[in-house]
């Protein structure tokens, strides 16, 4: 036997070799077979080259790409990988061995019909391409866009706007987890569940898997592109889990360049001008013209925004106390400083590591290596060891550095080693990670409110013991916390002072239960008058030079938007002691007459319904994509937009309960199916479990499962 691809029921691949490498070759292999147009559109992200059969859509992300040198990035991490872990290198290898397989297979056999309707060809993967599919998937995880959102309000309001408009931004991700310790369930062993909040992409950003060779046997989510199971995993006596810690790990730094003939060169720390690096590439556009970006990249790192010649709306002008030398003030661009960008190392040499995890010290030495993104892992074990803490890359630097645009010609904002990272215990049996402050709290800036954190803790203590089949309800809990605000200013408005209808209105949210279930046209009531207040406040003279961001590129333009700050920081812009002089009372009394005057007139579902990403829009008729139950602060967290749209684009990107005492008990669920092939049975067979909140099972028998091929 060299390696074999199973099936269970779902269409779920169960992998079985006789080595890590064989097995890493089938891995590969499958996933081209099910993933074919999702592994070509990711590896043409993490090159800066999907405008090439995209169009002009895709080439913000493009420039973006080629401007933060994420393939050279890869490439320089893949080398240092041979270099001290050849056994990794090897194995990536293996991995793009069999994803080239796939693809060449997939073409006739099971051919996805996007590659048709672009007449694109899948293209050839190198060693590297998988680190490059991670740092594209997770470089804007910790949010260093948000930086550039602080420099613009305090700019226009004072540094006092930071922190009301601090909350769970709309470019950040999340992750709901818990882990029940053995003293708290039915059986005696942990229980561990939760779920990560991503875009919902199709096909799906993690990919259900068993990987099974004389080493280990684990099942898990993988990301498709990368071998191995980093982020959710459980080997039959271990499992694991992560949430997004919420660290900052990315610096931006204010740059003063300038041209010496064909050369760029930057002011250093030191107050030298020194060469930058500086070269130009091309981008071929679908549908239009090529473009040329110019890459410059400094002694801070890669130059994102602006150039020589200034980054419009970021000039030196308006940063008089910078401190730079002589009396002319060049103009200003911004370089972005990412980890694997200093180190060469994306952590790919814990991926081995966690899969032969026998134990939780296993597990604990294993993401002692981890890099990129930072996470709050949890583990547990069937002897009952458990683990709770933060895993990952933070600079050790100046405070201003996690907050704004740093100048890059003060010595005082370099880098100065990296934070040990904290780690925390599990009070009465449990631990519970919803991206709130928690044993990141040292390493972060912004962390999401506390509601998702506190309400599982709360679920979790109307039980003294659990089971893993009692996780769902915790998965799918619809309380909206973060009402509360907004329905206190409602029950201090004067009956008698309102309309009618708005009187009526007011006293049916009052009555209302706050849970945001689809079929709540409660929920849907306050919806709309959420979404009236939003845009009342964004409206309002006191924001008026805060609603037109600065220029910059189009990558960056959600973490600059104004009302969606306003829509996620609501909680904090109603209950703060003074917000700039605005009356807010008048503005909800004018939001409740205004939705008074014409309610919504279905339910919460009609609206607030699944938008998932796709690179390339369906042909013909749009799927009819269902509604949802949840919002952003919910456990189950759907995130609408207030002020802009009650789609959903974010949400749960799988669902998953792991149980050390039978892992035949664990169960998962992913948005969609196992294929990313339209018209395959398995493209979308798992919905209405996703929907319904119900869980597949994970199949472990290999007689219950059926043979596919070998490989």
Not at 7 to 33: C, F, K, M, S
Not at 594 to 620: C, D, F, N, Q, Y
Request: hydrophobic share 40%; proline share 9%; with cysteine.
């Amino acid at each position: 036997m060299t390696g074999e691809i199973f099936r269970d029921p779902w269409g779920i691949p169960h992998l079985r070799a006789d080595g890590v490498d064989e097995l890493a070759r089938a891995q590969g292999r499958v996933t081209a077979l099910d993933r074919a147009w999702q592994l070509e559109v990711e590896r043409h992200r993490a090159q800066g080259t999907s405008a090439s059969f995209l169009g002009p859509e895709a080439l913000p992300w493009d420039r973006f790409a080629r401007r933060a040198r994420l393939a050279d990035t890869a490439r320089h991490c893949f080398a240092g990988l041979e270099r001290r872990d050849p056994e990794t290198a090897q194995w990536i290898r293996a991995y793009v061995t069999g994803v080239n397989e796939g693809l060449a297979s997939a073409g006739t056999t099971s051919p996805a019909p996007e590659f048709g309707r672009v007449g694109l060809t899948p293209g050839r993967w190198e060693p590297w391409t998988p680190l490059g599919v991670w740092l594209a998937t997770h470089i804007l995880f910790a949010g260093f866009p948000a930086k550039l959102w602080r420099e613009h309000i305090t700019t226009r309001l004072g540094p006092e706007a930071v922190g009301l408009f601090a909350a769970d931004g709309p470019g950040t991700s999340g992750s709901n987890g818990w882990l029940v310790a053995g003293e708290r369930t039915v059986t005696g062993h942990a229980v561990i569940a939760g779920d990560p909040h991503r875009f919902i992409e199709e096909p799906g950003v993690y990919q259900q898997i068993r990987l099974s060779c004389p080493e280990f046997d684990v099942v898990g989510l993988a990301v498709p592109g990368v071998p191995g199971i980093a982020h959710f995993g459980h080997t039959g006596t271990v499992a694991w889990a992560i949430t997004n810690a919420m660290a900052d790990y990315q610096d931006l730094y204010r740059e003063r360049l300038r041209r010496t003939g064909a050369r760029v060169e930057a002011l250093g720390p030191d107050g030298t001008w020194r060469p930058a690096a500086r070269h130009t590439e091309t981008i071929e556009v679908a549908g239009g013209e090529p473009v040329e970006v110019e890459v410059i990249e400094t002694g801070r790192g890669p130059v994102v925004i602006g150039g020589p010649e200034g980054a419009e709306g970021l000039e030196g002008s308006e940063n008089p106390d910078d401190g730079v030398p002589g009396s002319a003030v060049p103009p200003l661009a911004v370089a972005l400083r990412y980890p694997p960008r200093v180190t060469g190392d994306l952590g790919f040499s814990a991926l081995l590591p966690l899969l032969r995890s026998r134990r939780v010290a296993d597990v604990d030495r294993a993401v002692d290596r981890w890099a990129e993104p930072v996470n709050v892992i949890m583990a547990a074990d069937t002897d009952g060891g458990t683990l709770h803490r933060v895993a990952g890359r933070v600079p050790v630097r100046a405070d201003a550095n996690r907050t704004r645009l740093v100048p890059a010609w003060d010595p005082e904002h370099a880098w100065q080693g990296w934070h040990e990272p904290p780690r925390d215990g599990l009070t009465d049996g449990v631990a519970v990670m919803a991206n709130q402050r928690g044993p990141a709290a040292p390493l972060g800036v912004e962390f999401a409110p506390p509601h998702r954190a506190e309400r599982i803790a709360t679920l979790l203590g109307r039980q003294s013991r659990w089971s893993a089949a009692d996780m769902a309800a915790i998965h799918t809990d619809t309380h909206l916390a973060s009402a509360a605000p907004l329905l206190d200013h409602l029950a201090a408005l004067d009956p008698p002072t309102l309309t009618e209808p708005a009187a009526a209105l007011r006293d049916r949210l009052l009555r209302w239960n706050r849970h945001m279930d689809t079929d709540s046209a409660d929920a849907a009531v306050f919806a709309a008058l959420r979404t009236a207040v939003v845009r009342r406040l964004a409206a309002h003279p006191a924001f008026a030079a805060t609603a037109t961001p600065p220029p910059c590129p189009e990558i960056f333009r959600p973490w600059l938007a104004l009302v969606p700050r306003v829509a996620y920081a609501l909680g904090h812009l109603l209950s703060a002691r003074d917000l700039f002089g605005i009356d807010r009372p008048a503005a909800v009394r004018a939001a409740l007459e205004e939705v008074a005057a014409e309610p919504p007139a279905g339910t919460w579902g009609g609206t607030h319904r699944l938008a998932p990403w796709r690179a390339l829009p369906p042909s013909g008729t749009p799927y009819d994509e269902p509604g949802l139950s949840g919002d952003h602060d919910c456990v189950l967290c759907t995130s609408p937009v207030p002020g802009l749209t009650d789609l959903a684009a974010r949400g749960p990107a799988a669902r998953y309960v792991w149980d050390l005492a039978r892992r035949e008990d664990s169960r998962w669920v992913v948005p969609h199916g196992a294929s990313g092939v339209p018209g395959s049975p398995h493209h979308r067979d798992q919905q209405p479990l996703w929907l319904a909140g119900d869980l597949a099972p994970v199949l472990t028998d290999w007689a219950h499962l059926t043979k596919e091929t070998d490989v």
